[in-house]
Nanobody
Framework: QVQLVESGGGLVQPGGSLRLSCAASGSIFSINAMGWYRQAPGKQRELVAV???????NYAGSVQGRFAISSDNAKNTVYLQMNSLKPEDTAVYYC???????????????WGQGTQVTVSS
């Protein structure tokens, strides 16, 4: 009922920047929060950043000061601006939306397909 389409991943040199986008569509009723997770090979999926419908944000310590999450509520889209990228940031990045859908009372999570970010010289 809800589909998330990610874009913006790619290969970048250390110190470079990328901006990820994630657009949600479908039977969205009300959004509680949107965010980004990442998973590197052999590692567990970890939270990168979240933003609530009210605009408050939270970041993983490893990306604090380098990444910025933002959203366009009218477009149901969340962004992740990534600056000063490090090789350790290499991972598949997944967006997630916590939202109610039409006719459903509870908030539920919906996930994007993932986009590869590779930081390498």
């Amino acid at each position: 009922q809800v589909q998330l389409v990610e874009s913006g991943g790619g290969l970048v040199q250390p110190g470079g920047s990328l901006r990820l986008s994630c657009a949600a569509s479908g039977s969205i009723f009300s959004i509680n929060a949107m965010g980004w997770y990442r998973q590197a090979p052999g590692k567990q999926r970890e939270l990168v950043a979240v933003i609530t419908s009210g605009g408050s944000t939270n970041y993983a310590g490893s990306v604090q000061g380098r990444f910025a999450i933002s959203s366009d509520n009218a477009k149901n889209t969340v962004y992740l601006q990534m600056n000063s990228l490090k090789p350790e940031d290499t991972a598949v990045y997944y967006c997630v939306i916590n939202t109610r859908t039409m006719g459903v009372l509870n908030y539920r999570d919906f996930w994007g397909q993932g986009t590869q970010v590779t930081v390498s010289s």
